[in-house]
């Protein structure tokens, strides 16, 4: 089993900044995307970064240029620095894990728990 586990989120005022860090633990065989999505109240969850193994990325429109994810490989961790944060921004923010399972010979989804932003504007 894997297991993620999320921190970072909170309050904070519009214009400000936040980072967010998720660490997987576990029978980690290889990892490839990790990534970040959110839910809002009564919206559906959405896609908000995501980066691979060998860094390249992809960024929603809606935060390009304001979030930035990163990963350290070797701490299986991702990252979503999170800067000029708006009232918009404010949900439960969710990393995920495609993680490599070797019994099974496939590759396997894994959430954290999620962690919750608030923007005051």
């Known amino acids: 089993q894997v297991q993620l586990v999320e921190s970072g989120g909170g309050l904070v005022q519009a214009g400000g900044s936040l980072r967010l860090s998720c660490a997987a633990s576990?029978?980690?065989?290889?990892?490839?995307?990790m990534g970040w999505h959110r839910q809002a109240p009564s919206k559906q969850r959405e896609l908000v970064a995501v980066?691979?193994?060998?860094?390249?990325?992809n960024t929603a429109d809606s935060v390009k240029g304001r979030f930035t994810i990163s990963r350290d490989n070797a701490k299986n961790t991702v990252y979503l620095q999170m800067n000029s944060l708006r009232a918009e921004d404010t949900a439960v923010y969710y990393c995920?894990?495609?993680?490599?399972?070797?019994?099974?010979?496939?590759?396997?989804?894994?959430w954290g728990q999620g962690t919750q932003v608030t923007v005051s504007s």
């Open positions: 980066i691979l193994s060998g860094g390249s990325t």
């Open positions: 576990g029978s980690i065989f290889s990892i490839n995307a």
């Open positions: 995920n894990a495609r993680v490599f399972d070797p019994r099974l010979g496939v590759w396997r989804d894994y």
